[in-house]
């Protein structure tokens, strides 16, 4: 065979060859020795990229879940639902802000926590807006700010509307019936009221539902019509149990036992 050869190729290009199959070897060996090493970085990088995403994922998960906790913690506090939409899961430019606004809230610092709520809407869109003027709007009312409160309650019903986001028009209705049950006028505050009774009726939320008639024995109570107090109490309370709702149950049974009291010392 290597005569063969020989007779074909001379003995200089023979050479020739042989080193050129030689350093591509050695190419090959140098290209393989800074993929591999490379390539197992590149793996472990991805890898730990990979866990820090879960670790992050875990952590929004925390937050969001505080956040929840600190919005019930709130309504306790209250004594009213509150709207927050799907602020608990939105993204980081409007999660954050609002999650720091619930903290604040959760530990009654109203106007820091209206500070964050504000940076939450340079970011946030459609009923995310809805959502942030009813926060910030509660914050208002809570610190007793009432013109202002009134104010953010109505761009937020103004947007749902907008943004046929029929929920938080239910709850911009029934804050706005507070404001003016706060300010004195029973009428106006019944005419709220029963607007966000039907549309929470309409859409199936039970608890806003349940919420409202509460509101609307009330002011029936300080309209003195004590039989219509005690009718829409008691619905309340009938469905407040059905949700399984203990802390509403409690304060509306003791509504109803005000109301009976009442009505015994007046012979109604």
């Given at each position: 065979?290597?005569?063969?050869?020989?007779?074909?190729?001379?003995?200089?290009?023979?050479?020739?060859?042989?080193?050129?199959?030689?350093?591509?070897?050695?190419?090959?060996?140098?290209?393989?020795?800074?993929?591999?090493?490379?390539?197992?970085?590149?793996?472990?990088?991805?890898?730990?990229?990979?866990?820090?995403?879960?670790?992050?994922?875990?952590?929004?998960?925390?937050?969001?879940?505080?956040?929840?906790?600190?919005?019930?913690?709130?309504?306790?506090?209250?004594?009213?639902?509150?709207?927050?939409?799907?602020?608990?899961?939105?993204?980081?430019?409007?999660?954050?802000?609002?999650?720091?606004?619930?903290?604040?809230?959760?530990?009654?610092?109203?106007?820091?926590?209206?500070a964050e709520f504000q940076k939450a809407m340079k970011e946030a869109k459609a009923s995310q807006l809805v959502a942030l003027f009813n926060l910030i709007a509660i914050s208002y009312y809570t610190s007793g700010r009432l013109p202002l409160a009134l104010e953010k309650y109505e761009e937020s019903l103004r947007l749902a509307r907008q943004f046929k986001d029929k929920q938080g028009e239910a709850a911009a209705l029934g804050n706005i019936g507070l404001i003016y049950r706060a300010k004195g006028d029973p009428d106006q505050a019944l005419k709220y009221h029963q607007e966000a009774l039907e549309i929470s009726k309409q859409i199936g939320h039970r608890e806003y539902e349940a919420s409202e008639l509460g509101n609307i024995g009330l002011i029936y109570q300080e309209k003195g019509d004590l039989d219509q107090a005690l009718r829409y109490l008691n619905e309340a309370l009938k469905i407040f149990e059905e949700i399984g709702m203990q802390p509403q149950v409690e304060q509306t049974l003791s509504n109803i036992k005000i109301v009976e009291d009442e009505k015994k010392r007046s012979g109604k």
């Open positions: 065979m290597m005569g063969i050869l020989q007779h074909f190729i001379s003995p200089g290009l023979l050479i020739a060859l042989v080193s050129l199959v030689i350093t591509a070897i050695g190419v090959l060996i140098t290209i393989f020795a800074w993929f591999l090493p490379r390539r197992a970085r590149l793996r472990k990088e991805e890898e730990e990229r990979m866990r820090r995403m879960e670790k992050d994922l875990e952590q929004t998960k925390r937050d969001a879940k505080e956040a929840k906790e600190n919005i019930i913690n709130v309504e306790k506090h209250l004594g009213i639902p509150i709207y927050v939409d799907g602020l608990p899961s939105a993204d980081p430019p409007v999660f954050d802000p609002f999650f720091e606004g619930t903290k604040l809230m959760a530990e009654y610092k109203w106007d820091d926590a209206i």
